[in-house]
């Protein structure tokens, strides 16, 4: 029989069957517009089946969300793309995530060489992606709060990146992004979202514009 920690083992195994699937999933991706090498590699190379709840391969590279517990989900790896590409990640950039979920999204931005920060309101899900993300290696912040509040202790960030629905765009975080930073959030409090990117200029001014319609989960006050 096995034991709990053998089937631990098997979750993170990256079989060539994972690693085929994830080639078709980055060539779907690319059919679908995304164009930018570095985030299709970085997602080529992030084991998505392990950040899933079944872990069943079946689903993991499906271009959809899936439920991550605590009624919440891993965003669709298109979404994850649009948003990625959006945000122009360079190396070594310091880039603050809210909304941790599954640790999905941070770990492709592990993968682009980033400096992620990245914070989650549910305790329950914070405990579970830091072990994960721990469990695979990957080296990131992770903190434990409501994103609204961002995280002033280490910031400005060069890139700031809303994985929730935003009824509102948090004002301490556009304090918290860097002249010449960009900010990437799904706006509006419907059932779907206007994916916005706020490009602030080296004089403080902000840049709005548009970038088509996504569904998320709320971004909610507080934390739980
Ligand atoms: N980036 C995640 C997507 C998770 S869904 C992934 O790759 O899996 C959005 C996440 O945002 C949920 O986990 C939700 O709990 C979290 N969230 C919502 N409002 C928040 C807030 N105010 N602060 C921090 N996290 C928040």
């Known amino acids: 029989m096995l034991k709990t920690k053998d089937f631990i083992i098997m979750d993170l195994i990256d079989s060539y069957q994972h690693k085929g699937l994830r080639n078709k999933l980055v060539q779907e991706l690319r059919a679908k517009g995304i164009h930018d090498d570095q985030v299709l590699s970085a997602i080529g190379r992030v084991p998505r089946h392990t950040f899933m709840e079944s872990g069943f391969i079946n689903f993991a590279y499906k271009d959809q969300a899936f439920p991550i517990g605590n009624g919440q989900t891993i965003s669709q790896p298109f979404t994850v793309a649009v948003q990625t590409q959006l945000l122009q990640v360079e190396k070594r950039q310091k880039i603050l995530e809210i909304g941790t979920g599954s640790g999905y999204q941070a770990a492709v931005l592990v993968e682009m060489g980033a400096k992620v920060f990245s914070i989650e309101r549910f305790r329950e899900l914070y405990l579970k992606s830091k072990a994960h993300l721990e469990s695979l290696n990957y080296s990131l912040h992770l903190f ?74 709320p971004m909610l006050k507080g934390t739980s």
């Open 144 to 217: 434990y709060g409501d994103g609204y509040q961002g995280k002033a202790t280490y910031g400005p960030y060069d890139r700031i990146l809303i994985t929730a629905a935003a009824p509102e765009i948090p004002i301490a975080l556009i304090e918290q992004l860097k002249p010449g930073g960009r900010m990437v959030l799904p706006y509006g409090s419907g059932d779907t979202q206007v994916m916005t990117l706020i490009e602030k200029t080296m004089d403080g001014e902000l840049l709005k514009s548009t970038h088509g319609a996504f569904a998320f989960v």
